[in-house]
């Protein structure tokens, strides 16, 4: 008997771009392929390096307009009609590097969230993260963890579990009482080592980002920062969306071959969790420390933000009436300053009032400035530029005062006023003070 025929293997062909039908997505072609053989041109089309292609046809999914296809020569084509004809049943090949990298995924799991404190208070965008955080971990069915470091800060735990964490991962020793990068950076490595999360958050703050983004050079992986929508995908991945190009469009970032996904979000964009009281938590104490001596950074004295007399934080301000160009000078901010008296509020700007130098820098509300979320946000003279919403459109209520009516902050005002301000804002304040006078006199 002769032996039996050798199974024809399946030609996997090289990839090649179809004429005028490359829509210059953002280069997904060349983000996907495993052996770096796509370069971009400057129009954003792909030249792919034949000679190197395997043939995965990775770039040829991913394409959002179908302008990639496999190239087969003659002699593989001849082959794949042979067994096409035949119907020798050609065995799927498994992508090895696609099913190590789901094996090394599937390693991570859990939502984490870095509580950060400054001398055991904790910073109040931890407690938002966790809010977030609930919902990831809800949609990936895991556990929602904070990572608590510090000296003598269990009780931050506790405040963990009564905003929606179920477990706390608590590295507590003397030497992280103050926060220094290279402390923080490593206990941090060592939980995910040890542990493997999925998902990290942290706030934007200057903590933060500096801690964020030192964690994620060392263990090598993605970090999206300030980001204003988190969710989750199909396939577990976290769809990190953040202002891009100044703000003008919305990009939804991906970190699909690494773990753990990283992200920050800056403080007031996402809300408050209900804080739930009598809910017990899972306390792990990891036994970590690092030696003071290997550590370069001394601190010798906090001086903290906001002592100075003039110095307001309009980010936890309940009513804010802010000023723009409209405002023409620096001296109208008075009126507003009058306004914000009445509601017990504080003033606030956009850029280009503070690039007129008619306000300080930290009463800008934007995407460069501070984000807000008041019970009540009065716009008045400013005109609603992307830039500036991304800071205040999450505000309860917003009322805008423009006198054009076509200004883009009407698309997102509660209540909408056209006309001059300068009219408008002091027969507001007047409207005020004689409704609290009849308050007072009934
Ligand atoms: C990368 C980048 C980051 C940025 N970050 C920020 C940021 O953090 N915050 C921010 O605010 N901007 C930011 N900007 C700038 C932003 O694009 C706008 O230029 C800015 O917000 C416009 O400020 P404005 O609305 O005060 O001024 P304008 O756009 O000039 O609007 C003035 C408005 O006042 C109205 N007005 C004039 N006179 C009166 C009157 N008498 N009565 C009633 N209405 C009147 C006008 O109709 C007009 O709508 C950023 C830009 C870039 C590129
Ligand atoms: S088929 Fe695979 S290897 Fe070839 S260019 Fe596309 S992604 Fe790269
Ligand atoms: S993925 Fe498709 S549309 Fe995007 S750059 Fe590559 S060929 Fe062009």
Known sequence: MSDPKPKPKKPRGVAFLLDGKCIACGARCQSVCPVNCVEMTDSGEPIIETAKCIGCQKCVKICPSSALEMFFTPEEQKILAELAATAVPVEEE??????????????????????EQTEGEPAKVSWELLGVGAELATKLGVELCALVIGENVEHLCREAFAHGAAK??????????HYRTEAYVEASCHLIAKYKPEVILMGATGMGRDLAGAIATRVGTGLTADCT?????DKRNLMQTRPAFGGNIMATIMCDKFRPQMST???????????????????????FTVPEESILTKVIEI??????KNAVDITGAEFIVSGGRGMMGP??????????????????????AVDAGWMPGDRQVGQTGKTVRPKIYIACGISGAIQHLVGMQDSDIVIAINRDKNAPIFE??????????FQVIPALTAKIRELKKIEVLT
């Open 168 to 177: 706390a991962y608590l590295v507590d020793a003397p030497v992280f009482y």
């Open 94 to 115: 498994i992508d090895p590097e696609a099913a190590g990298l789901a094996r090394k995924l599937a390693e991570y799991r859990g939502v984490w969230v870095f509580v």
């Open 303 to 308: 001086i903290r933000d906001g002592h100075s």
């Open 412 to 421: 997102v005002a509660t209540y909408g006023i056209v006309g001059d301000l």
């Open 229 to 233: 929508g988190l969710s989750i995908d």
């Open 265 to 287: 979000v800056r403080p007031n964009v996402m809300p408050m969790p209900v804080r739930r009281d009598n809910v017990d938590g899972m306390i792990i104490r990891e036994e």
């Open 331 to 352: 001296e109208n901010f008075a009126m507003l300053q009058e306004l914000a008296d009445e509601l017990g509020g504080v003033v606030g700007a956009s850029r280009s």
